[in-house]
């Protein structure tokens, strides 16, 4: 099933102002049986798409179609504009904010960057995970460790820095 702007207006509600993506009532035909479509509409109809993944050490929100875990800021993107671009980031930083005035088409380069500028940690390769509660440090697009101090993640990756 090719995922389009005009699927994605049958399977979502979004709310503009707060980033969320919600579940509408899904018809028979995208289900292999009957039973199946009861189940999910009882499930998910209504419901907030609040699944989340980590991906290089940071969150990001996901929600379902045709069996597939997407990406939230890449359906609203193609929900509200009809566009899928190649990439696609977020403007405050914050991965978990998908309101659209926060999504910014990019360029790999500076996608990549975004993602290794954290504005919480002030220095590249280090960011602050909320679910775990400690500092992430990454280098060269691996993570090489987690700690409970800024200070000493940001130590972590100068010393990964200087090894290299």
């Known amino acids: 099933m090719e995922i389009t702007q005009e699927l994605l207006k049958q ?3 979004y709310d503009p102002e707060t980033g969320d993506l919600f579940y509408k009532e899904r018809l ?8 199946d479509c ?6 998910f109809k209504g419901k907030k798409a609040k699944s989340e993944t980590h991906i290089n050490g940071e969150s990001f929100l996901r929600a379902y179609v045709d069996g597939k875990s997407l990406l939230q800021h890449r359906l609203i993107y193609l929900l ?5 671009p190649k990439y696609l980031t977020h403007k405050n930083g914050n991965t978990l904010d998908n309101r659209f005035c926060n999504l910014v088409v990019s360029e ?4 990549f960057s975004n993602k290794l500028l954290n504005l919480k940690a002030g220095i590249k390769g280090v ?3 909320n679910t775990g509660q400690r500092w992430i440090v990454s280098f060269r697009s691996k993570t090489i460790g987690t700690c409970k101090n800024h200070l000493d993640a940001i ?6 820095e200087n090894n290299s």
């Open 11 to 13: 399977l979502f509600r």
């Open 155 to 160: 130590s972590m990756r100068k010393s990964a």
């Open 80 to 84: 509200v504009t009809g566009e899928s």
């Open 38 to 43: 009861v189940v999910w509409n009882k499930r």
């Open 28 to 35: 028979q035909h995208l289900f292999r049986t009957p039973k």
């Open 127 to 129: 960011y602050w995970d």
């Open 108 to 111: 790999k380069k500076r996608d």
